[in-house]
C-alpha cells in the first residue's frame, strides 16, 4: 500500500475506468464514450493535489486504488448533511477483478480510515451504488451507514 503519485496516472485510471465498466452493468453509471478522457483529466487533477490517492500492489503491479478527497463543510455546498468541520471524501475504490477477495480492498481502506484519523477529520463519508452487489456488501462491512437513500428509473418512461 502506498500513496499514488503523478507517475502512477495510467494505473489510476485503468483501475478506475474498471470500476465504472462494472457500475455501467450493475447500476445507474453509465460508461460514456469520453469516459477515458474524463476520468484521466479528473485523476491528473487529484494526484497534483492534497487529495489523498492510495495504490495496492502485488508483486509491483497496481491492484486496486482508492481515490480521496478533504472537504470542509462551511466551503462545499455537497456537504450539507454533514455535521460542521473537515471531512474525509471516498470518491472511488477499485479492485481488480483477479484481487478481489483477498482482502486488499480492506486493507486498503485501512490505510485510507489512519489517514483520516492521522488528519483529524470529523468523518468520512462516500457515495455508493446500492444495487452492486460488490459495493453494497463492502462498505458496510468497513462501517459506512446511509446518510439518505436516492432511487431512480431509467428511463423516466419506465415509471409506473
Request: net charge positive; proline share 7%; glycine share 8%.
Amino acid at each position: 500500500m502506498r500513496r499514488a503519485g503523478p507517475a502512477d496516472l495510467d494505473a489510476v485510471v485503468e483501475l478506475t475506468l474498471a470500476e465504472l465498466e462494472y457500475a455501467a452493468l450493475v447500476g445507474t453509471a453509465t460508461y460514456r464514450s469520453d469516459a477515458a478522457q474524463l476520468k484521466r483529466a479528473a485523476a491528473r487533477v487529484r494526484l497534483h493535489s492534497d487529495d489523498p490517492v492510495w495504490l495496492a500492489e502485488q508483486d509491483g503491479t497496481p491492484v486496486a486504488v482508492a481515490e480521496c478527497g478533504w472537504i470542509d463543510t462551511g466551503k462545499s455546498p455537497r456537504a450539507y448533511r454533514l455535521r460542521p468541520g473537515s471531512w474525509a471524501y471516498v470518491n472511488c475504490v477499485s479492485v481488480h477483478e483477479k484481487a478481489r477477495g483477498t482482502g486488499v480492498g480492506q486493507q486498503l481502506m485501512a490505510v485510507a480510515h489512519n489517514e483520516f484519523v492521522r488528519r483529524g477529520v470529523v468523518g468520512s463519508f462516500l457515495y455508493y451504488n446500492p444495487p452492486n452487489p460488490l459495493s453494497s456488501v463492502f462498505w458496510p462491512r468497513q462501517g459506512y451507514r446511509p446518510l439518505w437513500t436516492m432511487w431512480e428509473v431509467r428511463p423516466a418512461t419506465a415509471l409506473r
